[in-house]
């Protein structure tokens, strides 16, 4: 088993608000979790812990359970880690502010049986069979979204965890089981990979290369490699930048199993 797994801040005056782990539990098998912290506009969110915080408090229990509880799906999972991260906050908070610390999930777990997935908002996981072909696993409901309905505060609050919007991880366990969740047989996957936005646009936004293209990527010269590839486009003035910025934070975790 190999696992390769790198992260990079878009810009050295904010801290890195992505959040990647890979396991390899004594039970056999892997786990990989990749957060994208969601980066809150300019205002009160209710909270004094900040998006970093809530993206390691509820990564690290993400990982624990995963590798612990192979009784738990990760649906199940994923509301329990919420949940804890919620009690985490220890009042001090209010979670019910709309742009409450949340973050994008993309989970895998593996075994000699079968590979689990789950996919919550904008990242995206990477899922590769023995003969090279790559197929994407994605939660489009942001993508469905017309971008004039994002262009204010107001109009993306309103869309943000409800019905006819798009969904992140935040404070209510619920959201869990609006998460893509799938699983396929352990003989059918040589790789996966979970990438979050900012490293994935070297495909979604960029069009260096197709998913396949970025696994081939990944696989010779790391997520190191990726992001670099990533950052010397986004560097080219010639090259508009990508959703309003030149540089996001940007992650990506491979593994072969």
Same mark, same amino acid.
């Given at each position: 088993?190999? *696992? /390769?797994?790198?992260?990079?801040?878009?810009?050295?005056?904010?801290?890195?608000?992505?959040?990647?782990?890979?396991? *390899?539990?004594?039970? #056999?098998? #892997?786990?990989?979790?990749?957060?994208?912290?969601?980066?809150?506009?300019?205002?009160?969110?209710?909270?004094?812990?900040?998006?970093?915080?809530?993206?390691? !408090?509820?990564?690290?229990?993400?990982?624990?359970?995963?590798?612990?509880?192979?009784?738990?799906?990760?649906?199940?999972?994923?509301?329990?880690? *919420? !949940?804890?991260?919620?009690?985490?906050? #220890?009042?001090?908070? /209010?979670?019910?502010?709309?742009?409450?610390?949340?973050?994008?999930?993309?989970?895998?777990?593996?075994?000699?049986?079968?590979?689990?997935?789950?996919?919550?908002? /904008?990242?995206?996981?990477?899922?590769?069979?023995?003969?090279?072909?790559?197929?994407?696993?994605? /939660?489009?409901?942001?993508?469905?979204?017309?971008?004039?309905?994002?262009?204010?505060?107001?109009?993306?609050?309103?869309?943000?965890?409800?019905?006819?919007?798009?969904?992140?991880?935040?404070?209510?366990?619920?959201?869990?089981?609006?998460?893509?969740?799938?699983?396929?047989?352990?003989?059918?996957?040589?790789?996966?990979?979970?990438?979050?936005?900012?490293?994935?646009?070297?495909?979604?936004?960029?069009?260096?290369?197709?998913?396949?293209?970025?696994?081939?990527?990944?696989?010779?010269?790391?997520?190191?490699?990726?992001?670099? !590839?990533?950052?010397?486009?986004?560097?080219?003035?010639?090259?508009?930048?990508?959703?309003?910025?030149?540089?996001?934070?940007?992650?990506?975790?491979?593994?072969?199993?």
């Amino acid at each position: 088993m190999r *696992i /390769d797994l790198a992260s990079a801040a878009g810009s050295p005056e904010r801290p890195n608000e992505d959040w990647v782990a890979a396991a *390899i539990p004594a039970l #056999g098998g #892997g786990v990989v979790v990749v957060l994208d912290g969601v980066t809150p506009p300019r205002g009160d969110d209710g909270c004094v812990h900040g998006v970093p915080w809530f993206a390691a !408090r509820l990564g690290g229990r993400l990982v624990e359970l995963s590798g612990s509880r192979r009784d738990m799906s990760l649906e199940r999972i994923l509301a329990e880690a *919420i !949940r804890a991260t919620a009690d985490a906050h #220890g009042g001090r908070c /209010d979670l019910s502010h709309v742009r409450t610390p949340q973050a994008t999930v993309v989970m895998a777990r593996w075994d000699e049986t079968q590979v689990e997935y789950l996919v919550l908002s /904008d990242s995206v996981l990477l899922l590769q069979t023995p003969g090279g072909e790559v197929t994407a696993v994605r /939660d489009d409901r942001l993508d469905r979204v017309p971008p004039e309905a994002l262009r204010s505060v107001a109009a993306a609050d309103a869309l943000r965890n409800a019905e006819g919007g798009f969904f992140t991880a935040a404070a209510d366990p619920a959201v869990a089981a609006r998460a893509v969740t799938g699983r396929t047989p352990r003989e059918e996957v040589r790789a996966v990979a979970a990438l979050t936005d900012g490293a994935g646009r070297w495909t979604d936004t960029f069009r260096e290369g197709d998913w396949k293209d970025c696994m081939t990527v990944l696989r010779k010269e790391g997520a190191e490699g990726l992001i670099g !590839r990533l950052r010397a486009i986004e560097s080219d003035p010639a090259r508009p930048s990508a959703r309003h910025k030149r540089h996001d934070d940007a992650s990506a975790v491979y593994a072969e199993l």
